[in-house]
């Protein structure tokens, strides 16, 4: 008997360190699987947060409280747009012009160029374009550069044969932001597109060829070295491209909105008058849009009842002025009928007279 319950308590003692030894390995085991499913979730949490950081449209959606994307061309037969078309060819100054640099740039495998999708812009490594298809499909003559390959291509495309003088505008899509921690209202070009102008075989009108798009922000270090000049009553270059730009002091002419429908304005008004009410309507909307932002000061008010009392005057004194020339002007004609009035009675009296004194003549003679 003593020997059957001392082999039973040997066999409990080993029976228990191994249970025990079992208990705590699978909680370690369930305490690391907790853990490793609580950091994979929250990795998986974080991952979209990071790359909607990266993305410029989720950014602009953390930043800006208001959009609006305006779609511009520029006609470079303006005044406004001639500093992006000349010099039409290089100068002896290392003066050149906006097409030139832009595909410069592009051929020598500096800088990418985009698909032109007409409202469907993807600035992204799917849409770059071959710049070899993109000059051929133009008629560009151009030859590999040195270190060509097919993975990094470089292309040289000779001064003479650089399609400048046909490049006659440029579209521009323009970004106007209203930042959420300033609340102020800014301006900036995002992307351009050179089109050229080119007339067919039996001389009709010329047909625009949108030919890609450059991100702005990727040009704007090269257009911060390039001087320009603005004016033809200022001859010296004391601005850049950047300036141009930046500034904006193009003269552009709205084309397009961002709308659902991706319609131009053209689409959208086909009336002419309408659709240049419609443009001018964009624009005033857009140079006003930042005044209702903001609650007017103390001052602003006094100013705007000063005006407005101002205003109310000169109507009033213009009022008063007009009515006595109305007075004037009528009793002038009041004086006028009543002059011809009598002397109208004054001749007919006169010839009632002359014929009674021939009457009484012609009697005596009787």
Known sequence: MKRTLAILLLAAAAILPAA??????????RRAGTDRTERTSHRAAK??????????ADDDASRLAWQKIVYRSLDLT????????????????????????????????????????????????????????????????????????????????ETADVPADEVLSYYIIESWEVDRNTTRMSTRVRAICPVLHRVGEFGQEAVRYPMFWMRYDDLRPY?????????????????????YFTLSLYDGEIYKTRNLRNKSMMQLYPDPDD?????????????TFEDGLWV????????????????????????????????????????????AEKQAKKKKSSSRVSTGATRSVRNRKR
């Open 78 to 157: 303006k005044a406004g747009n001639a500093a992006l078309y000349f010099p039409e060819t290089p100068s002896a100054e290392g003066e050149e012009n906006m097409f030139r640099i832009m595909m410069r740039l592009i051929a020598d495998g500096t800088l990418p160029a985009y698909e032109y999708l007409d409202g469907h812009e993807a600035f992204d490594d799917a849409h770059r374009i071959n710049v070899a298809e993109m000059l051929d499909r133009f008629h560009i003559l151009y030859s590999t550069g040195k270190g060509h390959t097919e993975r990094n291509p470089v292309y040289v495309v």
């Open 223 to 243: 257009l911060l070295q390039r001087p320009i000049f603005t004016d033809d009553d200022n001859n010296l270059a004391t601005s850049t491209y950047d300036d």
């Open 47 to 56: 991952a979209p947060v990071k790359a909607a950081a990266t993305t410029g």
């Open 296 to 339: 007017p000061s103390l001052e602003e008010l006094e100013r705007r009842a000063q005006l407005a009392e101002n205003n109310a005057a000169e109507a009033d004194s213009t009022a008063v002025g007009e009515e006595p020339a109305r007075r004037t002007a009528k009793a002038g004609r009041v004086a006028s009928a009543r002059k």
């Open 275 to 287: 659709l240049q009410h419609a443009r001018d309507s964009i624009d005033r909307r857009l140079n």
């Open 20 to 29: 025990a030894q079992q208990s705590t390995s699978s909680g370690v085991s």
